[in-house]
């Protein structure tokens, strides 16, 4: 038996080789293209299960019934540090004269490393894009408005292909300037906004505190510099620890505009503090570890490669669309091949709504695991039935 909406989802990912984020816009919603009865055989063999269709936007109604799930199209946003102190190793080593000792690697090259074995076996499955901050700027002491700077948009759009694309930048450019991780975040998901009912994420990627928010004050902050005195040295602001900010635009980017957040962080593990912001960084954005640290705290190359291939998986195999949504959000009994899977809003072990209005589920823990694996059908079958009793 073939997988239901096949064709469907052949027509989304198309929609995204068409031109990233605006062309998947534009291929149609829930509410059109593909209307009317949608009980019958499609080209590829396989059949509909219910009568509603699955378009890529759209709020869904409820309408009672059984209804196979379709793989939800997937655009993955990388938002990745490229502030000065990649340039240092992991353990914290400083380059000296510009280079590190022999065989020593960079905490920017063990990023580069690390993506490139995680994302390019999703090159054609994922629509992969990034934001890199700070903008590049050319090396040396630099004022904050330069060494700070974050310009609206992205380097590499959402787009099936990128991934050496997002590698090349690694080649290409260098670490300097400070890290105004809080803005890069909001930019990025501002780019991503334009589209819904798809699997929207954003993976950041940094080594230490963000800062670079000229609103704090430096005779009272938490300073972030290795080398000088925030309440004493002139634009002191821009190095005080910006975690407020940081941590209330996540969790906005999660709860009202439902995109997650995983959030690395690559070693700089000398001060507490950080650490405890970029815990409390990946609990805004909804996809923290169940244990801690509850952010991906990584300390060599090969946790880099494997918290990388443990998020790509999870984004491009266990977010799935229901062309039917519930207004109890429990009305819904969700199966893989036929074992209902329970809802767990704990996100350890189950499934829960990711955008209920917009019928996208995820899958979480062994569940994810099982949604994305190997089935007698040749692919899991996830389906489920909708109870619309409390319309």
């Not at 590829?44 to 299960?49: I, K, P, V």
């Not at 009568?51 to 938002?79: E, I, K, N, S, W």
Request: charged fraction near 15%.
């Amino acid at each position: 038996m073939l997988r239901s909406f096949g064709l469907l989802r052949r027509f989304a990912w198309a929609c995204v080789l068409g031109g990233g984020v605006v062309a998947i816009a534009s291929c149609g919603s829930r509410t059109g293209l593909f209307g009317g009865d949608a009980i019958g055989a499609l080209p590829d063999g396989g059949r509909l299960d219910g009568t509603l269709d699955a378009g890529l936007d759209g709020a869904v109604p409820c309408t009672p019934g059984r209804f196979t799930f379709d793989l939800a199209v997937a655009q993955l946003m990388f938002v990745i540090d490229r502030s000065g102190s990649m340039a240092f190793s992991l353990g914290g080593t400083q380059p000296d004269g510009g280079a590190l000792p022999p065989g020593v690697e960079s905490r920017w090259q063990v990023l580069r490393d690390g993506l490139f074995t995680a994302i390019t076996p999703f090159a054609n499955t994922l629509a992969m894009g990034a934001k890199f901050y700070p903008e590049e700027h050319d090396p040396g002491p630099n004022p904050p408005s330069v060494a700070c700077r974050t310009d609206v948009g992205v380097a590499i759009a959402p787009a099936l292909g990128n991934a050496q694309s997002i590698i090349d930048v690694f080649d290409t450019t260098s670490p300097n300037g400070g890290t105004p991780t809080a803005e890069a975040i909001r930019l990025g998901a501002q780019y991503l906004t334009g589209t819904r009912g798809v699997a929207r994420t954003i993976v950041v990627a940094t080594d230490g505190a963000p800062n670079c928010n000229e609103q704090l004050d430096r005779t009272r902050c938490t300073c972030t510099s290795t080398t000088g005195n925030c309440a004493t040295s002139p634009g002191g602001e821009y190095n005080c620890l910006d975690d407020l900010r940081s941590i209330s635009i996540i969790k906005d980017i999660f709860e009202n505009q439902k995109i997650p957040v995983y959030v690395i962080g690559i070693g700089g593990t000398e001060r507490p503090a950080f650490l405890k912001v970029l815990d409390d960084m990946a609990l805004a954005g909804g996809r923290a570890r169940a244990t801690t640290p509850r952010h991906y705290n990584v300390q060599t190359s090969a946790e880099m490669k494997e918290a990388l291939a443990t998020i790509s998986g999870s984004v491009a195999q266990c977010t799935y669309l229901t062309p039917s949504s519930p207004v109890d959000p429990n009305a819904i009994t969700v199966e893989i091949d036929g074992r209902s899977i329970p809802r767990d809003p704990t996100r350890t072990n189950g499934w829960d709504w990711v955008d209920q209005a917009y019928g996208t589920l995820a899958f979480f823990g062994p569940a994810c695991d099982a949604a994305s694996g190997a089935s007698p059908l040749g692919v899991p079958q996830i389906s489920g039935v909708v109870r619309c009793e409390n319309r």
